[in-house]
């Protein structure tokens, strides 16, 4: 065998856990082939060059393998070798990632109640009054 659809060349490279969600993430335009958006019935052969964003975080990886059979997760990443520059690319973003978190992840108990909003506009409303009060 030497050439598969992409769709499923990718779930069973594991990038997608299912097919249709491989399907999606190609017409969605998520994965390119040498820089070229592709359509899910495309053809991939060994030694082209897959793009594909993640959680929007790209991963350049050259097919080496072909295969329509989900297997072990050892066996599947023998289908393909991510660049170097793409593994410093995901390292450089999770380091930026981790030095600034989102914001809303520091809220220790999530997102104020219905109470908790009250209290605050109070406390706001009591500090910054623009009203004259003697």
């Known amino acids: 065998m030497d050439k598969t659809r992409i769709d499923k060349w990718l779930w069973a490279a594991r990038f997608f856990k299912t097919r249709s ?9 998520h994965v390119q082939i040498n820089q070229q958006d592709i359509k899910p019935s495309r053809d991939v052969r060994v030694g082209e060059t897959l793009t594909i964003v993640q959680a929007k975080v790209p991963h350049t990886v050259v097919v080496r393998g072909i295969s329509e059979q989900r297997g072990p997760a050892p066996v599947a990443q023998q289908l393909y070798a991510e660049t170097p520059e793409s593994l410093q690319r995901r390292a450089q973003t999770a380091e930026s990632r981790r030095l600034s978190p989102e914001p809303a992840l520091a809220m220790e108990h999530g997102r104020p109640t219905k109470r908790d909003r009250r209290d605050l ?8 009054s623009a009203s004259i009060e003697s």
Not at 21 to 29: D, Q, T, Y
Not at 121 to 128: E, F, L, N, P
């Open 21 to 29: 969600l491989a399907n999606e993430a190609v017409n969605r335009g």
């Open 121 to 128: 506009q109070k406390d706001w409303d009591s500090r910054w």
